[in-house]
DNA sequence: TATGAATGAGCTTTCATTCAT
DNA sequence: AATGAATGAAAGCTCATTCAT
């Protein structure tokens, strides 16, 4: 952390020719978090440019000088929030633990990270209502692979190899079950909360909820 | 110009006074129904007053005289999805059925529900979008009793005092399981088409997907 | 000009069924009023809705309720010049006087015309910038039947009868020499002005200007 | 990093006064090229500075630098394109043939030339469109001599002083009459097409206009 | 001489809503 | 009960231009 002279190029003052180029990043980089929390707060259609462009430091013109445009910057956003997460999904784990322990925990992971990422959820959820028309049109978004349906395989694999799972589903099968628990907690939360008078995001029943979704899966894979 | 009180219903002038209702009830229906796809289809931002009144059998200002606005046009949406699905709920027959049967039959029709009624999925997600602030607003959705889940609780019931189900879960836990799979399919479609290249919804899994759903149910309540 | 209370309907007060109707007719005739101004005066790129609109006596939001945008706008413009332009040519009448003469009054008539209505050459060589794309895309103008044309056939076919006129030619090439004679007086009497010092259109120089297409006209026809 | 004086021009670094000077040269007259044939496109308002910028090998900021703005940029473009054809004009030679051939050789050749510069003309209509007010605004253009009225007023004395030309008209008159046929039929080419279905510039009408032409002037001159 | 980043002013367009009858 | 005309406010977007280096 402390300023090594020696070496490199100079981390943050003292202008090079860099900077201009790391300014222009960060405005970039700015404009993008606060369109995330915007459009992930109201939607497509319910969030507004000039909102956006308030809460950031720049203006409302640098939003088109890099981003083109409405649907762009929303692009962007969904282009960066899938890529974080699975960078996220990456540091998976498990290959440590029994096929049971392994689908458990990998369950309980999945659990743990759509709680911290409401956010992320709730873009999900909007893309879905616009038909992930906007997905289709990202090539970053089209080809992006997925590390966790990678693990879930390689779990399952054993498993069957063991003779400890039944054979009758796949890994899609499984990851839809895990993540249909775990998106519905979230992304479901204020209808449900609404009419059954019961938060699934109370932290006093996340322990509860967490267990019940490994048993879950383990009951399923593990029945007969 | 003079009143002919002779025979026959009159077109237009001098209607009975329950006429001149039931065409009200009509033009308020039609309304409701052109308004139900719109939001559906589009969210409730991004929903137009004016493509909802000109796919409509009526004009624009019928919308302000009838519902008031919008936002109120929104709630009488959301409040007429939900009854619907709500006297759907209460025909669900699974007494004469044993526990196990009963859940598993239970998940089945409620799988079937969900796949059957899209739009007021997508009415759900999207009020979810708005966090339930048009629930709340109404009266009629914040005190709407829910049949499903009171036919859950009965099996429950029965299932707990013949031993055949594990006892540290309640209704609402199951019903969350149940609705989180069935939701998601739907709800989530979109995305998880794009991104693992299976569509939910493919007619030729939905038979393997309902009979998941309820060994998933079956395995956990009757697990150990 | 005093009012005759005794028949037909009153004129302006005494609000009729038929009085809104007028009023939006008046509306957009006001509209169109200022924007052949503005779009004559500027150019379609160089014109602005906002203009437009504060000089007419409604708002900027009236133009967009009954053209649709600037584009119709200005096609609207279009087909009204054309078709006004159109009606004055239907209005010819030289049938009565003998080929040569009846040539000479048709190239004077136009002369006329063109001079009296430099917006609408104005509009046109605005629209040949725009290489013709908004009259491609308007049904009204791609269909419109061009009177002084007729005539002008009608015309030569006595002569060529006569043995007075030429026929290496027809109608076509004739009203092309016509017309530009007449467009480029008009059309570049600036930069011919700026160039050579000499204003085309100057009142003084108008009847030996009239003269000649007359002679020029004549003089080709009869040649040999 | 350290200049090596020994041979050859270095390329960009340590540039001879002459080549930087050069290179400046080139940079501007790309811009005007690249400017030309954008103003001529879509005229002054359509035009971009951005788009003129991109389709150059330089940036937008240079366009300021050597012009200095949108307006100046298109008065040297006006003025390049001015120049241009008058020098061409100078080239004009028909002092061999006799009046009568001259005019109609003269005749020909502005029909060539119009034909063959079918920007210039459209920039011509663009000036005009704008009361020919940046003409006015730049000293190279407003005293610009103009070769081929000189030409034009030695062969009408000739013509004259052979009592083969009709005296009651000037060279002015006649250049335009010419010039008024051949910048009509470019000028006007798309509206003309458009309404009467012929294309003013198709070649295989070409030589029969080109006649028409020569005809037409020569008729009217030694008419009577 | 050259450049990428930035900008203010103003453009076209859209929206839910209300007025007058 | 019903309607066509009208509207203010604000939305998304574009433009020629300048700044900082």
Redesign the pocket.
């Known amino acids: 952390m402390t300023a090594q002279p020696t070496d490199a190029a100079p981390p943050d003052e003292a202008?090079l020719?860099g900077?201009?180029?790391r300014?222009?990043?960060?405005?970039?980089a700015d404009i993008l978090t606060v369109a995330t929390r915007e459009f992930a707060d109201r939607g497509y259609?319910g969030?507004?440019?000039?909102?956006?462009a308030d809460k950031t430091s720049?203006?409302?013109?640098?939003?088109?000088?890099?981003f083109?445009?409405?649907?762009q910057?929303y692009i962007a956003v969904l282009e960066q929030a899938y890529s974080r997460i699975r960078s996220l999904e990456q540091q998976l784990d498990v290959e440590h633990l029994d096929p049971v322990e392994a689908i458990r925990e990998l369950a309980g992971l999945t659990f743990d990270h759509h709680e911290s990422h409401p956010d992320f959820i709730r873009l999900v959820s909007i893309e879905n209502i616009h038909r992930a028309e906007h997905i289709a049109r990202s090539e970053v978004l089209s080809g992006l692979a997925n590390p966790a349906l990678d693990v879930l395989e390689a779990i399952l694999r054993r498993g069957w190899a063991a003779g400890v799972f039944r054979e009758d589903v796949d890994a899609l099968d499984v990851h839809q079950v895990i993540s249909g628990f775990c998106v519905f907690r979230t992304a479901n939360r204020h209808t449900f909360g609404a009419i059954f008078g019961r938060d699934m995001l109370d932290p006093a029943r996340r322990e509860h909820q967490r267990r019940l979704l490994g048993d879950l899966v383990v009951a399923y894979l593990t029945a007969r």
């Open positions: 202008a020719p900077e201009r180029i300014d222009a990043e960060r405005t970039k259609a969030a507004r440019i000039n909102e956006i720049t203006t409302k013109r640098m939003i088109y000088y890099y083109g445009g409405k649907e910057l």
